[in-house]
């Protein structure tokens, strides 16, 4: 038993960060000779979360940084060669570890940058090399690209609902799904459209700025609520936001008031309160009109209990006088969906005798996911504005037609007439080149302001939260074609 549960867990090397179907693959394609066979992979997403428009990709960084450690250590290997089968035999044997042991990465990985908006089906990630490398990365890339990718959605659609004036708080620590959820939801939401986080950790770890107030605790541990307020003052005289709810709420703001008199008498002034339960349209009205009437225009009203995009919406709608919103529960946990529910696909594997690919495809009775075989790229087409079009999906190991159309891969009637002016950027771009990473990343604040800048880029239509129009992608014709003929070559016929 591992006495250090927690400390112990994220060691040197977190190659055993994935499934063991991962493991017993590579060992089979290992012992099939096929471990080197050239393979392309995608991760993608098949539907938007949240039921809405769009989705902000994120955590290529996070993906990066793994890959580029990517190794098994020696008590990696140990554990392996510890597992045993049902029949008691070694799961592993020796020689597979010691290929384990001298394993390097070669693959080409090409990506969407941190911070564009995505749609279903568009490979956020593909992946191309050794089969067995290329598979052993399945697990990782999808617990990291999925829960930020989510989560920074999560935060762009609570930016919607807030409006750029607002700042936006994360404060989900306490309610995210352990350290190393809490510690990913802040970085997720900052890069997706938040402000600052509670979450000291990620402001070490990443650069977020930090706020925070105080807990109903405080005011409790004095003898009266003027007297709380006056202490914190004394400890932050610059920096101090009441929370002023925790007896009588317009009652707490009077109070809040009397000791701000007091710090402006001292040449300090009070940054804000804090609403944290209660009607807070109208609570926030109040106490704006008591803060406005007593001189104190510019002190802010944070408002906090279980706020996410549709109640802030509904409190903006109201009139709610709030100018800063600390989002916790519904941020941190992507409320209210669980997952993103990305994938990772096989769609492309070299020939035995290397003379060319096979395209390959995964069916499925439902056809939203029959995968897309070939080795992928995402192309967004722009208007006259420089805003985005539609996208179309295309098979880089294919020539191009001269006149490209676009088919609704759900709907073959329905399809767009490529222009040969129209203007477009290529999504995907290099990462790693036979392992060895070529791009630069940029900085978490850059990854923020491109998300922003991606998120503004859409239709109001695609951004709204019910009943979002659906954003044009389709697959260019010939792929479309040749996935209709693979389907059916794959697809059994049953008689009647």
């Known amino acids: 038993m591992n006495s250090a549960p927690l400390s112990g867990l994220y060691a040197p090397s977190l190659a055993l960060v994935t499934d063991l179907y991962q493991l017993t693959m590579a060992y089979g394609y290992w012992q099939q000779g096929m471990q080197d066979r050239e393979a392309v992979f995608h991760l993608y997403f098949r539907k938007a979360p949240f039921q809405g428009g769009y989705a902000v990709a994120a955590g290529l960084a996070l993906a990066v940084d793994w890959v580029e450690n990517l190794h098994f250590s020696e008590d990696d290997l140990a554990y392996l060669g510890s597992l045993r089968g049902s029949k008691g035999g070694v799961m592993f044997p020796a020689d597979f570890l010691e290929y384990l042991r001298g394993l390097k990465f070669t693959c080409d990985i090409d990506a969407v940058p941190e911070g564009t908006v995505v749609f ?27 829960f930020q990718t989510l989560v920074a959605t999560k935060a762009a659609r609570i930016r919607e609902a807030a409006g750029p004036g607002d700042q936006i708080l994360e404060f989900g620590l306490r309610r995210a799904q352990g350290f190393d959820g809490g510690l990913g939801a802040s970085r997720a939401a900052f890069l997706g459209g ?100 007593a001189g104190f225009t510019e002190t802010r009203i944070v408002a906090s209990n279980d706020l996410e995009e549709n ?41 035995a005798d290397d003379s060319g690919w096979d395209f390959t495809l995964k069916l499925s009775e439902q056809v939203a996911k029959t995968s897309i075989p070939g080795i992928l790229q995402v192309r967004r087409y722009l208007n006259e504005y420089g805003k985005p079009r539609a996208d179309m999906l295309y098979n880089t190991a294919e020539p191009l037609p001269d006149q490209l159309t676009m088919v609704d891969p759900l709907d073959a009637t329905r399809r767009l007439l490529v222009k040969p002016e129209t203007k477009f950027r290529e999504l995907l771009e290099p990462v790693f080149s036979k392992g060895q990473r070529v791009l630069e990343l940029p900085s978490l604040t850059e990854s923020r302001a ?12 695609i951004r709204r939260f019910l009943n979002p129009h659906t954003y044009p992608v389709g697959l260019e014709k010939t792929l479309y074609d040749y996935r209709t003929e693979l389907i059916l070559e794959k697809r059994p016929v049953r008689g009647a």
């Open 120 to 146: 279903g089906n568009e490979p956020i990630m593909r992946v191309r090399g050794p089969l067995l490398q290329a598979q052993l990365l399945e697990t990782a890339l999808l617990t990291l690209i999925n």
């Open 450 to 461: 491109h998300a922003q800048r991606e998120v503004q880029s859409l239709d109001p239509s």
């Open 311 to 351: 109640l802030i919406t509904s409190l903006k709608q109201q009139g709610a006088r709030i100018d800063t919103w600390g989002v916790g529960t519904q941020l941190v946990t992507a409320y209210n969906q669980a997952a993103l529910g990305g994938v990772y696909k096989l769609a492309a594997l070299r020939k």
């Open 194 to 293: 938040g402000d600052a986080t509670s979450n000291l950790l990620a402001g070490q770890r990443y650069g977020i700025p930090v706020r925070g107030t105080h807990a109903h605790s405080w005011v409790q541990a004095f003898g009266d609520e003027t007297q709380a307020f006056s202490a914190y003052a004394q400890a932050f005289p610059d920096d101090s936001v009441f929370l002023v709810d925790t007896y009588d709420t317009i009652e707490g703001v009077r109070r809040a008031i009397h000791v701000a008199r007091e710090m402006r008498a001292n040449g300090h002034e009070l940054a804000g309160i804090r609403l944290d339960s209660g009607d807070l349209a109208y609570l926030s009205r109040e106490a704006r009109a008591v803060l406005d009437e």
